[in-house]
């Protein structure tokens, strides 16, 4: 029987490690998500417990009163404020990899784990990732979070992270803009495909797809487009969320109406997919409203897009009043509808139908029920749809009906 090998434990700098070059076979890393999670504030809880109790046997560990928080390497506890925070955050980011390059052998592999929603977020990390001499190779998402924590209640809390397996290769130095975009066209719908099949969807979806197209950005140390410029990771984020927009759109509306519903049904659509009820800082919003052709600061306190300080709320048909919702916009006649239906005033629903010229397109009742299929069972907003869809084939011939009614008339009255 082999003797067990006892693995060891040290404590070290990332920006440090405590080992020669091309020493690992591989390397497993879960680096602090930028400004997600406040770690050290999370562990100070346990640490003046620790200290209490197995202080005197780790002294080396415990001679702070607290948790250090100074060579953190996160964006939230830095003095200098957001700039400052982000930049401290990707230049000590950039440190880590760099020595999991040193110490991992030419052969070898890390597996980098990493999530968040925002665009600053992971500009920090492609930033850092691409200035050290690690590609990634392959991505994937896995559920790492559970549905039921309190953290996903009322946000868009991602239950995902992202798996990069990455290799130590040289790098290309420079990557046309235009040949990217090809190169991102070509291979992240295939990507998408996958992605689809295997039930990611929402915010993880996106964020797979960012991972994902790092795959293919990530192998030139910089993409410049023909006028000599520099193309940022960020724009290069936004190039892959128009990518990944279009895909899901038509996957959301499959029988070829897409043509015929405008910028806020869409975006109205892309929101409950991404986001379902759940707030949203105002930037990842304007984002994915960018993305489909709506000016944010435009629509909002107008409708059905809400800003509540600097976040973003989309309302539901069961947070709006009937009286106040006047426009013509398939999403906002679509609430005044659902609303009429629940209080039983079916007359009033069919006229609101008959004059806004929605009752008899196709393209209304698909979109309500792609919206009724994107939101949860317990979703207040899909049983209202539900109830409203139930009934559509006698409301539709109804409208049929009076339809012809009126043509008859109206033929009568020049015989």
Known sequence: MKAMKIPS???????ELPFPDDYFDAVFTDPPYYDNVPYSYLSDFFYVWLKRTIGDLYPELFATPLTPKSKEIVAYSHQGGYEEG???????LKKA?????????????AVIVYTHKSTAGWETLINSLLDSDLVPTATWPIDTEMEARLRAKESAALASSIYFVCRKMKREEVGWLSEVKE???????????????EGISGSDFFISAIGSSIEVFG??????????????AGKMIEIVREI??????????????????????????????????????????????????VD????????????????IRVLGPQDRKIDEIRSNELIDVLHKVLLLWKTGRKDEMKEVLSESGYGLKEAFYRVAQAISEILPLESAEKKLLDGFLSGKERLISDMK????????????LFE
């Open 244 to 293: 990944v927009t279009d895909y899901v759109f038509r996957q959301i509306i499959q029988n070829g109406i897409a043509g015929e519903l405008s910028s806020l049904t869409r975006f109205y659509l892309l929101y409950r997919w991404s986001f379902g009820e759940a707030k949203i800082h105002f930037d990842d919003a304007r984002k994915l409203a960018q993305s489909v052709g």
């Open 183 to 197: 190169e991102l066209n070509k291979r992240l719908p295939r990507k998408l495909e996958e992605l689809w099949k």
């Open 219 to 232: 192998k030139y140390r910089k993409i410049m487009d023909y006028e000599g410029n520099e193309v940022s």
């Open 9 to 15: 434990v040290l404590q070290a700098s990332a920006t």
């Open 86 to 92: 982000k930049k401290f955050f990707e230049d000590m």
């Open 97 to 109: 990899f760099k020595e999991i390059s040193r110490v991992l052998k030419p052969n070898g592999i």
């Open 296 to 311: 944010l600061e435009r629509e909002w306190d107008r409708g059905f897009i809400k800003k509540e300080k600097e976040f």
């Open 401 to 412: 009906e009076k339809a012809e009614d009126v043509k008859t008339r109206q033929k009568k």
